[in-house]
T-cell receptor, first 115, second 113 residues
Framework: AQSVTQLDSHVSVSEGTPVLLRCNYSSSYSPSLFWYVQHPNKGLQLLLK????ATLVKGINGFEAEFKKSETSFHLTKPSAHMSDAAEYFC?????????????WGLGTSLAVNP | KAGVTQTPRYLIKTRGQQVTLSCSPI?????VSWYQQTPGQGLQFLFE???????NKGNFPGRFSGRQFSNSRSEMNVSTLELGDSALYLC????????????FGQGTRLTVV
């Protein structure tokens, strides 16, 4: 069975400091992993995805994530937070059998960025 | 290329009523998935349609149903509404392949009073 655990429901950082949002996953298959961001009153937007190529994945807006199979983790990082990064972040695992795909969502981490 | 369009954006309904939500996927996308988002439960998968057939289903009661038309547009119906059905309902479209990106609409905010 597949599952996703986002280890922090809320993270607060100061502008200009690093961001770390933690995600652990469980998957019986070779997983695809995603991070999505949701700004208030806006739809979900893909930040980055891992699909069994390079383990360090670079996404939009300076975010990146590293797939660590031994730790079953896919933590999201950014070297320097910006006020506009304040949003809800979701870690997602995709389990596929052929074209039959299910996305399993974490409960989300709310990121606050303080001036 | 137009994005995923969900209508209406906001709805207020009374307990016991039914509601139909609509989702138009990105042109060329054949898969539409529906999610319920609430503060306490996060995103909960409702169902996925691919080429007019339900391909996956989450753990929701039979009051929640959906369908997909030949042009890939999808509708979701909730009958006998309950207060707990108040949520943001999100629609996502993909081409239908294995690990492709899902594109989301802005959602329909349903309030049941």
């Amino acid at each position: 069975a597949q599952s996703v655990t986002q280890l922090d429901s809320h993270v607060s950082v100061s502008e200009g400091t690093p961001v770390l949002l933690r995600c652990n996953y469980s998957s019986s298959y070779s997983p695809s992993l995603f991070w999505y961001v949701q700004h208030p009153n806006k739809g979900l937007q893909l930040l980055l995805k891992y699909t069994s190529a390079a383990t360090l994945v670079k996404g939009i807006n300076g975010f990146e994530a590293e797939f660590k199979k031994s730790e079953t983790s896919f933590h999201l990082t950014k070297p320097s937070a910006h006020m506009s990064d304040a949003a809800e972040y979701f870690c997602v695992v995709s389990a596929s059998a052929g074209n039959n795909r299910k996305l399993i969502w974490g409960l989300g981490t709310s990121l606050a960025v303080n001036p | 290329k137009a994005g995923v369009t969900q209508t209406p954006r906001y709805l207020i309904k009374t307990r016991g009523q039914q509601v139909t939500l609509s989702c138009s996927p990105i042109s060329g996308h054949r898969s539409v998935s529906w999610y319920q988002q609430t503060p306490g439960q996060g995103l909960q998968f409702l169902f996925e349609y691919f080429s007019e057939t339900q391909r996956n289903k989450g753990n929701f009661p039979g009051r929640f149903s959906g369908r997909q038309f030949s042009n890939s547009r999808s509708e979701m119906n909730v009958s006998t509404l309950e207060l707990g059905d108040s949520a943001l309902y999100l629609c996502a479209s993909t081409t239908g392949g294995g690990s492709t990106e899902a594109f989301f609409g802005q959602g329909t905010r349903l309030t049941v009073v």
